[in-house]
């Protein structure tokens, strides 16, 4: 079949690897796609959001089947486009519709979602301008630190960790008069602070069954021992340590299955990944956030561990025959490394040469990020997160070390990690 992935960044890098292997993939299409998967598939100049662009692309090569990297065209309702235009209704699109998006694209929604599913998550209130006076007091009913989520997409960064009140109360105001994060905080969801070790797990469903992928840890701040400003990810590990069995069933049994039995229960229409961002609290799984697409950069962790086609199970989930399909995970580790702009994730320049990319041993994948090719030919930076260093062993701390040591290969101007990626994990 022909295969249109929508998407540019590490984790489409990371999904066009694996779906490129599958012999069911007869051409595989990435709109707009980067400078690392030009070899396995043809990039094509445009955005994921231009749906009559896709459209008649979709018409023109003859595409089967497209998958959705990003969370932006599934919550301006890609899928939803595609069922309700009659020249391309019969493609198979991988990704849920508008409005299963919403879990993602509202943080009040998917809070809503979880009250009326009984799925364990922080007691909140959410604020806009007409109630914003009662923000304060609710504040104040809550016990430090506190948290301040900017209802709609902020790309990741509408999350603020506040230590004292007045910080709260000052922020609230600038998230949502003074339109810090833009339109996605006129409204703000003020939680309870949960203390506990954070880990993504992440499902693949038809809307009635689904298949868990393997769980993965990553690192949001810029700087070493979880410091700085928040990031898009700076690193991942897969599996996570003490995601033991018994913990995994309590993760099925009160927050994946009580989902997806609530997604069909709504009559909602969810054929896509789900992402279920949760946190250890004393033994007790709860969920922090949903994403409706896989994590960037957990998906360079979490993909290459599929020993499955690919293709055949995300495919096979949108006729609805995900449950009769086979599903192996590699048992080894991985982790992922990433390499970003010097500046990021504030201001930071485009356009430095990478090069010692051929350097790179066996031992290691590499998925390109912000990456493009220069018009010398020259692959350069273009982005803030710039590339991603995967490597496989039955030990995460030895996979570690493997990407570290490929790291030491690859140059740009300004190019920074972290290097104490898994580090928490070590006690495990």
């Not at 393997?214 to 340590?241: C, F, H, Q, W």
């Not at 360079?300 to 096979?316: H, K």
């Not at 490394?337 to 201001?347: C, F, K, Q, T």
């Not at 990478?354 to 350069?380: A, R, Y």
Request: with cysteine; net charge negative; proline share 4%.
């Amino acid at each position: 079949m022909n295969v249109l992935i929508l998407g540019s960044g590490g984790r489409e890098n990371a999904l066009a690897w694996k779906i490129s292997q599958s012999p069911l993939c007869t051409k595989l299409y990435i709109a707009p796609g980067n400078a690392g998967m030009r070899t396995l598939g043809e990039n094509l100049p445009i955005s994921v959001t231009d749906f009559q662009a896709i459209k008649t692309v979709v018409i023109e090569k003859k595409i089967d089947f497209v998958v959705v990297g990003p969370e932006d065209p599934l919550v301006e309702g890609v899928y939803d486009f595609f069922k309700n235009t009659p020249e391309i209704s019969n493609v198979a699109v991988f990704g849920p519709s508008k409005e299963g998006a919403r879990l993602e694209g509202s943080k009040e929604y998917a809070k809503e979602f979880m009250m009326r599913h009984h799925i364990p998550t922080a007691g909140y209130k959410s604020f806009t301008a007409e109630n914003i006076e009662h923000a304060d007091a609710f504040i104040d009913s809550l016990k430090a630190p506190y948290v301040l989520k900017a209802d709609g997409l902020a790309a990741g960064k509408g999350v603020l960790i506040l230590p004292t009140a007045e910080d709260a109360k000052r922020e609230i105001r600038e998230m949502i008069l003074g339109q810090k994060f833009g339109m996605a905080s006129t409204k703000v969801v003020v939680e309870e602070f949960l203390s506990g070790i954070e880990l993504s797990v992440f499902a693949i469903t038809d809307g009635k069954n689904y298949k868990l992928l393997p769980t993965a840890k990553d690192y949001k701040r810029i700087g070493e021992g979880d410091t700085g400003l928040n990031t898009g990810g700076m690193g991942a590990v897969s599996p996570v340590p003490f995601a033991d069995e018994a913990f995994m069933k309590k993760i099925e049994d009160t927050i994946v299955r009580p989902t997806i039995n609530g997604l069909y229960a709504d009559g909602i229409v969810y054929t896509g990944f789900v992402f279920f961002g949760l946190i250890n609290v004393e033994g007790t799984p709860k969920v922090i956030e949903y994403n409706v697409r896989m994590g960037d950069p957990e998906t360079e962790a979490v993909i290459p561990r599929v020993e499955s086609d690919l293709l055949e199970v995300l495919y096979a989930a949108t006729q609805g025959n995900l449950k009769e399909t086979a599903f192996k995970i590699d048992q080894r580790a991985t982790v992922t490394v990433v390499l970003v702009s010097g500046g990021y994730p504030e201001a930071y320049e485009k356009g430095k040469v990478i090069t010692g990319l051929e350097n790179v041993d066996q031992n290691s994948i590499v998925f390109h990020s912000g990456t493009k090719i220069s018009e010398k030919g020259d692959i350069e930076t273009a982005g803030g997160r710039v590339l991603c260093v995967t490597s496989y062993d039955n030990d995460f701390r030895n996979a570690l070390k493997k990407s570290y040591k490929n790291i030491e290969n690859i140059h740009f101007e300004g190019v920074y990690c972290r290097k104490d990626i898994g580090q928490d994990l070590m006690k495990y």
